[in-house]
T-cell receptor, first 114, second 112 residues
Framework: DSGVTQTPKHLITATGQRVTLRCSPRSGDLSVYWYQQSLDQGLQFLIQYYNGEERAKGNILERFSAQQFPDLHSELNLSSLELGDSALYFC?????????????FGPGTRLTVT | LAKTTQPISMDSYEGQEVNITCSHNNIATNDYITWYQQFPSQGPRFIIQGYKTKVTNEVASLFIPADRKSSTLSLPRVSLSDTAVYYCLVGDPFNQGGKLIFGQGTELSVKP
């Protein structure tokens, strides 16, 4: 158990819909990262927040957005969903904003878009 | 960011030592080498990180030659539970915004 929690574990929705994925980092960690893992694209970095501020952006679509709240939990919002958005979404956390070495990953949310 | 090349898959037997080599010819001076392990449908788990020579922890060793153009993750006496995908990552953990760039990884299969 990494100490990072993600909800929900599974999500099934239809194309065009909007969903919100939630992540709670390990106690004391200020940085939260979101990754998407699909069969054809592998594990891809989406976005990072540190203490409420956006820190780095990866291959995140404009239809996706995220935020980190004062209690440090984070939400990833996915809108106008397409079939290709079906994937595992992981949240990770670390203590420092530039801790590119060791990140602690949550169990993931499996999103299925039908 | 330095590109990494790893074998796509490897087979081993329980009790053997497994060495997974990663090639990173374009590694930069400030880059570190980090290895993660991922089981199916689970998030990746940090294994080890190093800059040069040899690093050892309770689960693995990381060997990095002087030119740093490659590295080898060594897993001693593997068991069935070591069956997983292993990712080699190269980057500057202090200047890349914290993001991890994952490649294809090596799928290790340990047989009884």
């Amino acid at each position: 158990d990494s100490g990072v929690t993600q909800t929900p574990k599974h999500l099934i929705t239809a194309t065009g819909q909007r969903v919100t994925l939630r992540c709670s980092p390990r106690s004391g960690d200020l940085s939260v990262y979101w990754y998407q893992q699909s069969l054809d694209q592998g594990l891809q970095f989406l976005i990072q927040y540190y203490n409420g501020e956006e820190r780095a952006k990866g291959n995140i679509l404009e239809r996706f957005s995220a935020q980190q709240f004062p209690d440090l939990h984070s939400e990833l919002n996915l809108s106008s969903l397409e079939l290709g958005d079906s994937a595992l979404y992981f949240c990770a956390s670390s203590v420092a904003p530039l801790a590119g070495g060791e990140q602690y990953f949550g169990p993931g949310t499996r999103l299925t878009v039908t | 960011l330095a590109k990494t090349t790893q074998p796509i898959s490897m087979d081993s037997y329980e009790g053997q030592e497994v060495n997974i080599t990663c090639s990173h010819n374009n590694i930069a001076t400030n880059d570190y080498i980090t290895w993660y392990q991922q089981f199916p449908s689970q998030g990746p788990r940090f294994i080890i990180q190093g800059y040069k020579t040899k690093v050892t922890n309770e689960v693995a060793s990381l060997f990095i030659p002087a030119d740093r153009k490659s590295s080898t993750l060594s897993l001693p006496r593997v068991s069935l539970s070591d069956t997983a995908v292993y990712y080699c990552l190269v980057g500057d953990p202090f200047n890349q915004g914290g993001k991890l760039i994952f490649g294809q990884g090596t799928e290790l299969s340990v047989k009884p």
